[in-house]
Every structure is written in C-alpha cells, then in structure tokens.
C-alpha cells in the first residue's frame, strides 16, 4: 500500500504553509500586539482581498477577451462570403473555407496562390487597377468582375467589396458570387424588352401602371402622342406629372374603378395631346397576380376623326329625314332583301291609317309586305294587291306573295339604287294601294 501522507493536495500544502506563517507572525506567548498593529495587518488584509479581486477581474476579461476572439474565428472561418487577405501583388495570406470552394482548393493549397491567376484575362487589368487603387485610397471600394475556379469549367459572376489595413501592404477582399443574380438580371432585361416590342408593335397607346398609378412601361406611341422622347422617361412618373390637374384627376379615378371593382372599363374621354386636345376611346383592365389586383393595364385609341365623321354622317341623316318629312307622297326605303329601312311621315301615317297603328311604330326592319298583312312565301291576303294586279291565282290556290315580282313590278312607281341594293317606293304612285 502506497504511502498516504504523500497524497495532500497543493492547496492543502499552501493552506499549512500560511498557517505557519501566521504562528511565526502571531505568537500567542508574546506581548499583545499595539493597536496600530492590528489596523496594519488589518489595513494589509484588505488590499490583500482588492488584489485578489482584481486579479479575478483581469482574468474574467482575459477570458471573455479569448472567447470573443474565437467566436470571431468561428464567424470567419465558417462565413459564407469568401474573404481574403492579400499582399499588394494578390498573394494569399489568409483565407476563410468560403474563400477555398470559391476557388476550388484545398486550404493546404493555397500557400503562395495568387488571386490575379484565378481571374479570367480579359478581368485581370481590371483586377489589378482595383487592388491598386484600394491599397493607395484606404477607403472601401467594389467592383465587379468574372473568375475562373480551379478545376471547374465554369465561370463566376464576382463582386468585390475591399478594404486596405492601416500600413496599406494587405488588401482584405471579400467575394460574393453574384453568378445567379446576374442570370437573374438577364432574364429580367431580356423579359422588358420583349414586353417593350409587343407593347411597340400594338397600333394605339398602350401603358402598364401599377396600383399607385405610376407608369411601369408605356409603348412609343404613348411617349410621341404626349411630347416624351421615349418610353423610358416616362417610366416612374404618375398622370400630375404629364398632364393638367384636372385632366389627371379624372384619369386617377378611372384607374381606382378598376382596382377596386377588379373589372375592365371602357370610357371616350377628351385627352391632351401634342396635337391638342384629342377624343380616345380607352379600355382600362385590372393586372392580376396570384388572385390579388397589382397595377393596370390601359389601351386608347384616337377616335377624333371618326367621332367628326359620325356628328357629319349624324347632321346628314337629320337633314335627310327632314328632306323626305317635307314631302306629302309616302316614302318607303327598302334593302335588297324587303326590309324596311327608313319612311318617312306620310308613309308612316298612310300604314297606321290603312293598315296597323303597330305596324307604323315598328316598321323599321320589318318586311315591305308587312304593311298589308301577308308574309313572304305566304297565300296573299290583299284583293287589291298593286304587285299581283289581276292574276289572282288559279285552282291550284290563292297567289303567292313574291318578292321578285315586287320588285319587278316597281318599274312604274320604284327607283332602284344598285349601289345600295335598295329600292325606294312611293306608295303615292299606286294610288293609296296596299303593298
């Protein structure tokens, strides 16, 4: 069995040792000690106790200090931005694992790399003015440029966002791969400007705007029509920006309609335009995303002649009814198929007299034989008839009402118009006769 007295601990040893001390210090035999004495052995206790704490202290913040540190480490070890720290020739001095897959090397490695050789070459005078410039200004600059990763086939898309240390011999660089972002922005651009030629090639105005009214693209149309050089500088503005207040307001108004009720709206408005003010017919539809109404979309087109030639063709029609309402004889106009297509007064007061009060209300798109009872291809009910004339029929059965003989029988009292396939009849002619 092993020896037990060799068995104590050191703070045992160091506990017996101040006890001695204290015994050679303090003898008990001895004279009492002065008042002064004890307030300095007192007085030695207590800077004692604020030693120990301050010791204590130091070494808490020594601690804290190294975990700090290692958190730090363990941030930038394990970051997933590559970061570098470089010499002013690109030579890698330190590097994070993000830094090493980035490049495509192991850690081991990576001893007397340089940055520069990773660069695709038509980048590297861009790479080295960069790292130049950063070492030279100290302050934090950024560029963007590709990579050529060790044993990958593949290109990266970089940015570099760098920063020199206070002597301005080490660059350190930290490289986002932005290769999916730059995809991204090319299908973005690619998408614009295919939506640019579909919304040039629509042959009226043509805007989209999103839920605040603000112009997200307008077609080339839309620019000229209101004095801009082009689409673009359009894009952003809302309708105060580009026309009178009022005007505006009301263009504000139709766009809420649509954004709250979620349908399209269909309006003829007056517009400002570099030709002045013009008359547009405007269609204005939702823009719907996932269930959930996020702009409009809005098509004019200018309708200032047509709606000129419609008030002439308008004025002219009212001219001609009151041309053909000052006559006394009874005016019929039929298409190339019997229909009626206008009369005037007197015909319309001889086929109430005559025949049906109703009749002369709807007559318009009604058969000329309407007038007098019998239908097209039916027995004729009228003894009188001024187209059948004498032959009345035979044993086979009452005559048929016919069209062709109608207008055969127009010779005397008819004037056909070829152009128009239409016939105008003066019932006047026939002597108050029944069609």
């Not at 037990?4 to 703070?11: Q, R």
């Not at 007056?270 to 002045?276: F, H, K, N, P």
């Not at 009910?381 to 016919?402: E, N």
């Amino acid at each position: 069995m092993k020896n037990t007295k060799n068995l104590v601990s050191p703070a045992d040893g160091l506990r017996n040792q101040a006890e001695q001390r204290l015994k050679r210090q303090y003898s008990p035999s001895g004279e009492a000690q002065s008042s002064n004495e004890m307030q300095r052995l007192l007085h030695e206790l207590q800077v004692h106790q604020i030693e120990l704490e301050m010791q204590n202290e130091s070494l808490q913040a020594a601690l804290a200090a190294a975990e700090a540190g290692q958190r730090f480490i363990d941030l930038y070890e394990f970051a997933p931005v590559a970061y570098f720290s470089v010499g002013t020739d690109s030579t890698i001095r330190l590097a994070n694992l993000a830094g090493c897959r980035l490049l495509g090397l192991e850690r081991s490695a990576l001893h007397g790399q340089r940055v520069a050789a990773y660069v695709v070459g038509d980048d590297v005078p861009m790479f080295n003015t960069f790292l130049r410039q950063v070492l030279a200004s100290g302050e934090i600059e950024t560029c963007e440029l590709r990579l050529h990763p060790s044993g990958k086939g593949n290109v990266v898309e970089i940015r570099i966002d760098a920063v020199a240390d206070a002597q301005g011999v080490v660059c350190n660089l930290a490289l986002t791969d932005i290769t999916e972002h730059k995809r991204l922005e090319q299908n973005i651009r690619r998408a614009d400007r295919d939506r640019q030629a579909i919304l040039d090639n629509i042959p009226c105005l043509a805007w989209l705007k999103d839920e605040q009214s603000r112009y997200l693209a307008v077609n080339i149309q839309f620019a000229r029509n209101i004095g801009y050089p082009s689409p673009d500088a359009l894009v952003g503005l809302n309708d105060f920006d580009v026309y009178p207040k009022e005007m505006a307001e009301g263009f504000r108004a139709d766009d809420r309609w649509v954004l709250d009720n979620g349908t399209s709206k269909r309006i003829q408005e007056l517009v400002e335009s570099t030709q002045g003010k013009r008359w547009f017919e405007t269609w204005k539809s939702p823009v719907m995303l996932d269930g959930h109404v996020i702009g409009t979309a809005g098509f004019a087109q200018d309708i200032t002649e047509a709606r000129a030639m419609n008030d002439r063709l308008r004025e002219s029609e009212a001219f001609n009814v009151a041309i053909i309402n000052s006559l006394t004889a009874q005016i019929v106009v039929l298409d190339e198929n019997g229909q009626i297509v206008a009369a005037n007064q007197s015909w319309e007061s001889f086929v109430a007299a005559n025949y049906s009060p109703v009749l002369a209300e709807r007559e318009q798109g009604l058969h000329y034989c309407s007038t007098c009872g019998s239908a097209r291809g039916q027995p004729c009910q009228m003894v009188d008839c001024g187209v059948l004339g004498g032959d009345r029929g035979s044993a086979a059965g009452p005559p048929q009402c016919d069209y062709a003989r109608l207008l055969q029988s127009f010779a005397g009292w008819a004037a056909l118009v070829p152009d128009e396939c239409a016939c105008v009849a003066n019932a006047a002619s026939r002597g108050g006769g029944g069609a």
